[in-house]
């Protein structure tokens, strides 16, 4: 199977991506632009939001990675 190239450079990257918008439940939340230490880059959210379950309101924890495919490999220009 064929490794996957990322289409951008790292530095188009950095330059132009922006932060997306994440909804989880009813609220918004901002995941914002990363280079991650393991070389590769995209995007990270972390925070907590309230999620109701029947009627009752639950607390939770969230941590999302967003990690381009190939990034790790992409030109570091």
Same mark, same amino acid.
């Given at each position: 199977? #064929? +490794? ?6 790292? #530095?188009? %990257?950095? *330059? +132009?991506?922006?932060? &997306?918008?994440?909804?989880? =439940?009813?609220? *918004?939340? &901002?995941?914002? @632009?990363?280079? %991650?230490?393991?070389?590769? %880059? =995209?995007?990270? &959210?972390? !925070? +907590?939001? @309230?999620? *109701?379950?029947? !009627? +009752?309101? @639950? ?6 990675? &967003?990690?381009?495919? !190939? ?5 570091? *220009?």
């Amino acid at each position: 199977m #064929a +490794k996957t190239s990322c289409p951008v450079t790292r #530095a188009q %990257f950095v *330059e +132009k991506a922006t932060p &997306l918008k994440i909804t989880i =439940g009813t609220q *918004e939340m &901002l995941a914002e @632009v990363k280079e %991650f230490s393991t070389g590769s %880059f =995209g995007w990270y &959210l972390n !925070g +907590k939001t @309230v999620i *109701e379950i029947d !009627g +009752k309101a @639950v607390s939770v924890q969230i941590g999302m990675n &967003l990690t381009v495919v !190939g990034s790790k490999e992409a030109a570091k *220009e």
